[in-house]
């Protein structure tokens, strides 16, 4: 096991497991269930015999979600364990059912008979050779015809990889099979906690932050029989939406930081007035062109840091330790000071501005110079704003942290 980021909280830090009999069980597979009374009895006879034929101390658990069609009597008569969860969603069923696992590892995969539990050793095999989670990646194996639709295989599912790569440094081919496996220690690291199909993208990107080894190996996938339960476009936004609310860093510091620099150059520039450069007359455009950039790059700066700072104290995301350093110099009484610095130096800009115009200077040049000015000014007066709020903002959310102590 690979040691994570930060310390986790005392309500999710794994303890070492305590000695177990020989004869106890060392593999659970877990299935969710809505109206699979078609399928569901051939998933449990497969998972069966891959225990049976591998010699495994194993059992199968099916967390039904509230079938009403005979599914759950089928799979009892397979020699299932069934455990009930009234709270409807893909991830809410996997939560209930691995929490009457008693495995040190457990495999999860769905029971619509797309994947073939029959190679549940697969898997488990890896997870015995020290690898924390262990994806069955379609797109190194096998997809039969008709088993995936071509939007789904060309675009969905190649689009969501990609960007769970590029996002948190992954070099997955198939970031949303339905058959996984991981280790009990891994499953109390990860601490995952949500209810819908974003389930599938939260235990990736979980075990990326927290830095847990992950692999994958060849699988076959079939056509399922029935109505898929997917909803495309919905179950699709709800992957991307969990994406970018897991890196706020990659989104929104790193464009900020880049955004403001250029913006600020501009202004910096442009704050004595208009100029030609090779040729090319640099102007009012460019001007209202940097204090736009800059007031972005701000924005986004401090949108990013914030989300940042509320997803370590919620337990989300591990400690960084650049936006750490940035959180701790910007106290409230810092922010306030500098903030209030440059709103002052903006407002002294218009001030000036207005006692020269009122004064009669009122040559065409000058009123060029004047509104780069009232331009630069109106900036720095916004940044300083920005930077107020933003410190109010971090502040309320270290008072929170204070309050609610450490592991809370």
């Not at 501009?266 to 800059?294: C, D, E, K, Q």
Request: charged share 15%.
């Amino acid at each position: 096991m690979k040691p994570t980021n930060a310390p986790h909280s005392a309500a999710t830090q794994p303890t070492a497991a305590p000695a177990t009999p020989a004869d106890a069980v060392e593999v659970s597979i877990v299935m969710p269930c809505l109206n699979e009374k078609d399928t569901i009895g051939e998933c449990v006879r497969k998972a069966r015999l891959a225990i049976e034929t591998h010699n495994l101390r194993g059992e199968v658990i099916v967390a039904d979600n509230g079938s009403t069609d005979g599914s759950i009597e089928i799979a009892r008569a397979g020699g299932a364990t069934v455990v009930h969860q009234p709270l409807r969603g893909y991830g809410a069923a996997y939560l209930m059912g691995v929490r009457h696992a008693r495995g040190r590892y457990i495999i999860i995969g769905d029971s619509d008979d797309t994947y073939d539990f029959a190679d549940s050793h697969l898997l488990l095999e890896r997870l015995r050779s020290g690898v924390d989670v262990v994806l069955g990646s379609r797109f190194m194996g096998n997809i039969l015809p008709g088993a995936m639709p071509w939007p789904n295989r060309y675009l969905g599912n190649p689009i969501l990889t990609t960007m769970l790569n590029v996002l948190f440094g992954q070099r997955i081919s198939d970031a949303h099979s339905g058959l996984r496996g991981f280790t009990r220690e891994a499953w109390q690291i990860m601490d995952l906690r949500t209810t819908g199909m974003e389930f599938a993208s939260e235990m990736l990107i979980k075990a990326s932050l927290r830095r847990l080894s992950i692999a994958e190996i060849p699988i076959t996938y079939h056509p399922r029989l029935g109505d898929s339960k997917l909803n495309r476009i919905e179950d699709a936004w709800r992957h991307i939406r969990f994406m970018m609310l897991f890196s706020p860093g990659t989104l929104f510091v790193l464009p900020g930081l880049v955004l403001l620099a250029i913006g600020l150059a501009l202004v910096a520039v442009l704050v004595g007035g208009p100029f030609i450069l090779g040729g090319v007359y640099i102007g009012v455009h460019y001007m209202v062109l940097g204090s736009l950039l800059s007031v972005l790059g701000l924005m986004l700066l401090t949108f990013g840091v914030s989300a940042k700072t509320y997803a370590f104290r919620e337990h989300l995301v591990d400690q960084d330790r650049w936006i750490d350093a940035l959180v701790s110099f910007f106290t409230l009484e810092r922010g306030l000071l500098i903030g209030g610095a440059l709103a002052a130096v903006g407002a002294v800009v218009f001030i000036n501005i207005l006692v020269q115009y009122l004064g009669g200077d009122r040559a065409p040049f000058n009123e060029l110079v004047y509104l780069h000015q009232a331009l630069a000014g109106a900036t720095t007066l916004l940044i300083g704003m920005q930077i107020i709020s933003a410190s109010f903002f971090l502040s309320l959310l270290d008072i929170a942290r204070q309050h609610s102590g450490p592991g809370e």
